[in-house]
């Protein structure tokens, strides 16, 4: 059976396990990490010398790093839905997947989610949280320009194009900081919670993590 170690309010658990809910495998999910612990034991650095989550372990295999188990588990699981034989349909979702890791993670989980919400209040830098606000706006209406074209990142069904810019919409929607008018955004949004997966998986509240930087 698959075993998938992490804490259920990580961001980057939070996209592999809406896929492995999305492709429907049995599993066993492993709390750690955070409040659980467990990432300094041996056993745990064997399978991840970086001593991060998530990682998975598929029948023997095991694979770290966020976007690699997703791009792991399309291809072993995923049949021609989440990993397409044809290699220019694969990089559709490729581009997007690495512009999120790229652009759009830095910018907000790292510029905005751990700039203002984790840090606590009297170690914010406020200016360089503006400026990452600020670009998270672009990123944003320009996700809402292609999204006027098409329901999903890369075309009418969902895909791995959707899932880790996806992953931010809950978090990036539930702060209280300046945001855009993106009525494409909002719709993708809202038709990604609409998805039983996304609803169990990444609609996770993260409270526990307001003002920590501890893990």
Not at 137 to 150: F, K, N, P, T, V
Request: proline share 6%; aromatic share 12%; charged share 25%.
């Amino acid at each position: 059976m698959l075993k998938v170690w992490g804490r259920r309010s990580s961001f980057n658990l939070q996209k592999v396990m809406w896929l492995v809910d999305e492709l429907g495998l049995a599993h066993e999910h492993i709390l750690a990490g955070g409040d659980h612990g467990g990432l300094d034991t041996p056993e745990f650095r064997a399978m991840n010398p970086h001593g991060r989550v998530p990682v998975i372990d598929d029948d023997g295999v095991v694979v770290w790093e966020s976007h690699a188990i997703l791009r792991y588990l399309a291809a072993r699981h995923g049949g021609e839905r989440f990993w397409s034989p044809d290699a220019a349909t694969r990089s559709q979702a490729d581009r997007w997947m690495d512009w999120s890791q790229t652009a759009l993670q830095p910018d907000f989980l790292m510029g905005v989610f751990w700039g203002c919400y984790r840090t606590p209040e009297r170690q914010r830098d406020t200016a360089a949280v503006a400026r990452s606000i600020a670009r998270c706006s672009g990123h944003m209406r320009l996700l809402d320009r292609i999204l006027a074209e098409r329901p999903f990142l890369g075309g009418e069904t969902l895909t791995l194009a959707d899932i880790p810019a996806g992953t931010a919409l809950y978090r990036y929607f539930g702060l209280e900081i300046d945001r855009p008018r993106v009525p494409h955004v909002e719709a993708w949004y809202a038709r990604l919670q609409e998805r039983p997966a996304y609803a169990r998986h990444v609609m996770v509240p993260f409270g526990e993590l307001y003002g920590r930087l501890d893990y």
